[in-house]
T-cell receptor, first 110, second 115 residues
Framework: GQNIDQPTEMTATEGAIVQINCTYQ??????LFWYQQHAGEAPTFLSY????GLEEKGRFSSFLSRSKGYSYLPLKELQMKDSASYLC???????????FGKGTMLLVSP | GAVVSQHPSRVICKSGTSVKIECRSL??????MFWYRQFPKQSLMLMAT?????????EQGVEKDKFLINHASLTLSTLTVTSAHPEDSSFYIC???????????FGQGTRLTVV
């Protein structure tokens, strides 16, 4: 089976930097994805890692350590519109499906 | 990027009736599409994997006779919630990817309310 853990909630102020963590346990790891989901909307893709290290993709980068079963999503210069749920999802080898964590609700305040 | 379109975005139906939700890949062919359900403040839970030209694969605990999936073409999968009850009220989301090694693109989601 798989186990994916994320903090339930985080709060920060505009302009700040936060790091959303995700730990996972799975067999046959084949990639970790980060999605952003605003209330009542579908998730949108942010970033993807399959190799160790930092994957830089515009404003949304993500880091992966496969040996530690750990990923994080750093968010810089936070804006009010960044208030959303951030979902970590793991893909297993030979499967096309993603297993999602419960998401981290980020609240950005003025 | 690839676009997945889902329709309708919202539907209200009476208890006991059936509702059909469509999921289309607009600029790519998807041999596999996925259907998720999300209850308020919960994560996305995979319901079933829809395979073009063959039977869908359902996750444990999901009733295949209640949630009918048809994937008749490479660009369209449908989910029909049969004999809907209030407990079926949820946010249903489909996803598809161009191949198994890329990110999944999500439809806009369907908010189903059964009254």
């Amino acid at each position: 089976g798989q186990n994916i853990d994320q903090p339930t909630e985080m709060t920060a102020t505009e302009g700040a930097i936060v790091q959303i963590n995700c730990t996972y346990q799975t067999s046959g790891f084949n990639g970790l994805f980060w999605y952003q989901q605003h209330a009542g909307e579908a998730p949108t893709f942010l970033s993807y890692n399959v190799l160790d290290g930092l994957e830089e993709k515009g404003r949304f980068s993500s880091f992966l350590s496969r040996s530690k079963g750990y990923s994080y999503l750093p968010l810089k210069e936070l804006q009010m519109k960044d208030s959303a749920s951030y979902l970590c999802a793991v893909k297993r080898e030979r499967y096309s499906t993603l297993t999602f964590g419960k998401g981290t609700m980020l609240l950005v305040s003025p | 990027g690839a676009v997945v379109s889902q329709h309708p975005s919202r539907v209200i139906c009476k208890s006991g009736t059936s509702v059909k939700i469509e999921c289309r890949s607009l600029d790519f062919q998807a041999t596999t599409m996925f259907w998720y359900r999300q209850f308020p403040k919960q994560s996305l839970m995979l319901m079933a994997t829809s395979n073009e030209g063959s039977k869908a694969t359902y996750e444990q605990g999901v009733e295949k006779d209640k949630f009918l999936i048809n994937h008749a073409s490479l660009t369209l999968s449908t989910l029909t919630v049969t004999s809907a009850h209030p407990e079926d009220s949820s946010f249903y989301i489909c996803s598809a990817g161009e191949d198994s090694n890329t990110e999944a693109f999500f439809g806009q989601g369907t908010r189903l309310t059964v009254v």
